[in-house]
Each structure stands twice: as structure tokens, then as C-alpha cells.
């Protein structure tokens, strides 16, 4: 199941592999105390959790130093899997629902991810400044840019400018279009060919 890791991403070092590879026991066993991916999903963890969560790192390679909040993480996406692919970017996970964010704060504590905190809060009382905000099925476009806007630094160091990568999949004509002069949007299955990445896109907004 790894394999489709691999297969996208044939460079990751050996840690982070053994950090994937851990992923399936760790999920498999909190998922079945607190509900984070529908539970008929668990074994399709690496295609339609973990490497959904990657798309972020075929649009943007954060550089060292870069702040990323994932916005609504649940269980951990898609802030783990990034915070593995990026270990010198800091990453802070929060969710309004606390025993979700126990799953991504024990996951992240179990693989050793030193560059990734997790926090029970809602995202209306996040203060901190970050490059990006990323964000999976948590809330329409123009609602999460109302919250996030405040926490976009005004400065980056990235080639993109700072700003947001969402997660979504359908017709987003409706959500785009009061931010349609600035949105740019990538069907997923121009980086997977995978036949689940259809209809999928990333987003990116920059603010
Ligand atoms: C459908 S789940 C998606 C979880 C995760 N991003 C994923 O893709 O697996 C939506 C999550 O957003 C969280 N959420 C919704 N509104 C929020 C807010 N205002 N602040 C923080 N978390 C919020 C919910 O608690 C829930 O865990």
C-alpha cells in the first residue's frame, strides 16, 4: 500500500518512509476508538488519505522555515502526511473537536514528528501568523477565507505567494466564484493517475 507512495514520490528517505509505513497500524487502531476516516476506508489509508494529503507537495516544495496551519485537521490530514514530506517546515494541526485532534497529537507524538504540534481550537481563535494554510473538506471556500485571512503572514519565503491550499472535491464553480480573479485550480489527476483523484482538485488562494 506504501507503494503508491513511492510511486509518486520515489525520493523520500528512508525515515520518512518507515515514518508512512507506520501510518496504517496507527490509524487503524485509533480509528476504530474514535471515528477520523470512515472506517471502510482504512484500507485505502495511503491512496485517498495520505496521498490526497500530498498534493500540496506537487503544487508547492515549502522551504526550510516555512509556518503551515492546517486548518480543521481531524485526524491528521492533510497536516501529517505534509509534516512528514517537509521536516524542516513547522506545522501546527488544530480541530475544533477535541478527541479528533488526540488522534493527530498521538499519531504525530507516536512517529516522532518533531516538526508538528497539535492543538484542540477553532480556528476563529487561532492567533499565530503563518506562510499557509491548508485545509481538507471542512468548510466552503469563502467561510474559510473569512477565518484564515487574519493568519496569513504578510511577508513569505516561498515562489508562491502566501496564502491558502484547500482540498476539495466536486463543482466548485459556486464556492470560486467571489474569488474567481485570484483562485487557481489543479485537477488532481494531473500529478495521480489513480482513478479516486478524478473530479478532486487542489486549490490555492493566494492573500
Ligand atoms: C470532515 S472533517 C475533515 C478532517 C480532515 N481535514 C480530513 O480531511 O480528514 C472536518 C473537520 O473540521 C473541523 N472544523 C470545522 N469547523 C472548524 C472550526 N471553525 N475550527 C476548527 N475546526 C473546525 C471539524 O471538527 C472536523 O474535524
Excluded at 480541530?95 to 488522534?103: F, P
Excluded at 516538526?115 to 471556500?141: Q, T
Aim: proline share 4%; glycine share 8%; with cysteine.
Amino acid at each position: 500500500m506504501m507503494n503508491s507512495i513511492l510511486k509518486y514520490f520515489p525520493n523520500i528517505t528512508a525515515e520518512q518512509q518507515d515514518r508512512f509505513a507506520a501510518l496504517y497500524e496507527l490509524y487503524k487502531d485509533w480509528n476504530s476508538k474514535i471515528n477520523v476516516i470512515s472506517r471502510k476506508d482504512i484500507d485505502n489509508l495511503y491512496e485517498h488519505h495520505v496521498l490526497h494529503s500530498l498534493a500540496i507537495a506537487k503544487a508547492i516544495r515549502f522551504r526550510p522555515g516555512t509556518k503551515v496551519l492546517d486548518f480543521g485537521t481531524g485526524g491528521g490530514f492533510p497536516g501529517i502526511p505534509l509534516a512528514i514530506m517537509f521536516p524542516e517546515t513547522e506545522f501546527k494541526l488544530i480541530d475544533g473537536t477535541g478527541k479528533k485532534i488526540l488522534v493527530a497529537s498521538e499519531v504525530s507524538k507516536a512517529i516522532g514528528l518533531e516538526n508538528c504540534k497539535a492543538e484542540h481550537l477553532r480556528g476563529e481563535n487561532e492567533k499565530g501568523k503563518y506562510d499557509f494554510i491548508v485545509s481538507r473538506a471542512v468548510m466552503p471556500l469563502p467561510d474559510l477565507i473569512k477565518i484564515v485571512r487574519k493568519n496569513v503572514a504578510a511577508k513569505g519565503i516561498n515562489s508562491m505567494a502566501n496564502g491558502i491550499f484547500c482540498l476539495k472535491g466536486g463543482d466548485l464553480t459556486h464556492e470560486t466564484q467571489p474569488f474567481k480573479n485570484i483562485v487557481e485550480t489543479t485537477e488532481i489527476s494531473t500529478w495521480f493517475e489513480e482513478e479516486w483523484f478524478k473530479e478532486k482538485h487542489l486549490i490555492y488562494v493566494p492573500l
